[in-house]
Nanobody
Framework: VQLQASGGGLVQAGGSLRLSCAASERTFSIYDMGWLRQAPGKEREFVAT????????YYADSVKGRFTISRDNAKNTLYLQMTSLKPEDTAVHYCATAYRTTMNPRDYSYWGQGTLVTVSS
């Protein structure tokens, strides 16, 4: 599965962005999907995940209440709506596939190339 993330950019603190992740295959619908991110000098960390049926979204505590993960299986696309952005959200954000709902970055199999989100204070 090839994944293409987009939608990153520069935004002021308190602003919003919507990330998208387009998948190359119809088999997209069988995977659980996640958003993960990596800030400069830090390890890759979990942000949010959603089951193949969209029934089970989970979030990192740091983004809970601010970010919303969703997917459109008909369009083979994953989304991350980010609001109330903070400077600490600055990172390259990746979409990735998993065979189960997981918060462990090591459990994700296929990764997109990442899209940079920069939040200025």
């Amino acid at each position: 599965v090839q994944l293409q993330a987009s939608g990153g950019g520069l935004v002021q603190a308190g602003g919003s962005l919507r990330l998208s992740c387009a998948a190359s295959e119809r088999t997209f619908s069988i995977y659980d999907m996640g958003w993960l991110r990596q800030a400069p000098g830090k390890e890759r960390e979990f942000v949010a995940t959603i089951s193949w049926s969209s029934n089970y979204p989970y979030y990192a505590d740091s983004v809970k209440g601010r970010f919303t993960i969703s997917r459109d299986n008909a369009k083979n696309t994953l989304y991350l709506q980010m609001t109330s952005l903070k400077p600490e959200d600055t990172a390259v954000h990746y979409c990735a596939t998993a065979y189960r709902t997981t918060m462990n970055p090591r459990d994700y199999s296929y990764w997109g190339q990442g899209t940079l989100v920069t939040v200025s204070s």
